[in-house]
């Protein structure tokens, strides 16, 4: 068997990648692995295993369709990871992300078809619902996003099952809530704190820091992502992982105490535009169909993530030129 992982190259696309080369999903060990990746500034060959005779790595953009068409003959099933993510971005250069993350989409898609890929699952988020006050969205809530990010990732949704009741095509969607874990670049949240704290600057938060988010363990996300692929109904949206809601405050407070550091670190910023103030997914659907359960508790997991940022500074100091003047996601 033969996967292809857009992204490949990313914070959850590369834990993807290595978790399936390591024979950790049924089903599909010893698969063979391409990845395709961009390599634009979030994406880096240092979070693969580059050695591994099983991985085949090409630089390449999804919106390359001669490109695509040339690479898909071979492989059983994609994996489509790549997109523009990182919410701030998308404010000041909203062009970039609808290029990757709609045209891109389509144009794989449309690849995938003409090429006959048996199996196809898009890896989507919760920002494409908007904010929620109370309770959870189930799949089928209607979509109402805030972002440049989160409308061009809903965009690509639409495209998606748009080729799947159009032409049959074979696809499945999983949408998750804020990820967190090693090899994350430093300018979402939990890395962002951690790097500047462990760095002695201070760590700018939003507004009234009420903001809340759920927080899945990347790890837990991409089990449940190889769940999908493999038994998730085609055609079919998939709530992967509900982790633990937490405001920023609150998680901002467990960032300090990890990293040692005081109130004193934490400088107020003026808000993000359009800020959704709650997400809340509920993924009652994995578990009750694939038996997807979330397996790290949040504490550990984030106690092994600040472990991880302290002990591989060589791996995210160079990176951090690129983040004058940002900001938590």
Same mark, same amino acid.
């Given at each position: *068997?033969?996967?292809?992982?857009?992204?490949?190259?990313?914070?959850?696309?590369?834990?993807?990648?290595?978790?399936?080369?390591?024979?950790?999903?049924?089903?599909? @060990?010893?698969?063979?692995? &391409? !990845?395709?990746?961009?390599? &634009?500034?979030?994406?880096?060959?240092?979070?693969?295993?580059?050695?591994?005779?099983?991985?085949?790595?090409?630089?390449?953009?999804?919106?390359?369709?001669?490109?695509? *068409?040339?690479?898909?003959?071979?492989?059983?099933?994609?994996?489509?990871?790549?997109?523009?993510?990182?919410?701030?971005?998308?404010? #000041?250069?909203?062009?970039?992300?609808?290029?990757?993350?709609?045209?891109?989409?389509?144009?794989? *898609?449309?690849?995938?078809?003409?090429?006959?890929?048996?199996?196809?699952?898009?890896?989507?988020?919760?920002?494409?619902?908007?904010?929620?006050?109370?309770? &959870?969205?189930?799949?089928?809530?209607?979509?109402?996003?805030?972002?440049?990010?989160?409308?061009?990732?809903?965009?690509?949704?639409?495209?998606?099952?748009?080729?799947?009741? #159009?032409?049959?095509?074979?696809?499945?969607?999983?949408?998750?809530?804020?990820?967190?874990?090693?090899?994350?670049?430093?300018?979402?949240?939990?890395?962002?704190?951690? &790097?500047?704290?462990?760095?002695?600057?201070?760590?700018?938060?939003?507004?009234?820091?009420?903001?809340?988010?759920?927080?899945?363990?990347?790890?837990?996300?991409?089990?449940?992502?190889?769940?999908?692929?493999?038994?998730?109904?085609?055609?079919?949206?998939?709530? !992967?992982?509900?982790?633990?809601?937490? #405001?920023?405050?609150?998680?901002?407070?467990?960032l300090l105490d990890l990293c040692g550091a005081g109130w004193e670190r934490v400088r107020r910023v003026a808000d993000r535009k359009g800020h959704d103030r709650r997400y809340s997914l509920d993924s009652r659907k994995a578990r009750t169909e694939l038996g997807h359960e979330d397996r790290i508790p949040f504490d550990e997991g984030?106690? @092994?993530?600040?472990?991880?940022?302290r002990e591989n500074r060589a791996w995210w100091e160079p990176l951090r030129p690129d983040l004058a003047g940002a900001v938590s996601a």
């Open positions: *068997m033969r996967i292809l992982v857009t992204g490949g190259a990313g914070f959850i696309g590369s834990h993807y990648v290595r978790c399936l080369l390591e024979g950790r999903y049924p089903g599909y @060990e010893g698969a063979d692995v &391409t !990845v395709l990746d961009k390599l &634009t500034y979030a994406g880096s060959r240092s979070t693969l295993p580059m050695d591994d005779p099983r991985l085949t790595f090409v630089r390449g953009d999804i919106c390359d369709r001669g490109l695509l *068409m040339d690479l898909l003959p071979g492989h059983d099933a994609v994996v489509h990871f790549a997109a523009e993510s990182h919410v701030d971005r998308s404010i #000041t250069d909203p062009e970039v992300f609808v290029r990757t993350n709609v045209l891109g989409t389509q144009t794989l *898609m449309d690849c995938c078809l003409h090429r006959g890929i048996e199996r196809i699952l898009h890896v989507s988020t919760d920002e494409v619902y908007g904010s929620i006050d109370q309770g &959870t969205w189930a799949e089928d809530a209607p979509l109402s996003p805030s972002s440049q990010y989160s409308a061009s990732k809903a965009a690509s949704d639409l495209v998606v099952l748009a080729y799947h009741r #159009t032409h049959g095509l074979p696809v499945c969607i999983t949408r998750c809530s804020n990820n967190y874990g090693p090899y994350q670049f430093p300018e979402k949240i939990i890395p962002l704190f951690v &790097t500047n704290l462990l760095s002695g600057t201070g760590v700018p938060l939003y507004g009234d820091g009420l903001v809340s988010r759920q927080w899945v363990h990347v790890d837990d996300h991409c089990r449940g992502l190889s769940l999908v692929l493999s038994k998730g109904r085609v055609g079919e949206v998939y709530h !992967v992982g509900e982790g633990v809601e937490l #405001t920023n405050v609150a998680l901002t407070e467990r984030l106690a @092994e993530t600040v472990r991880w940022y």
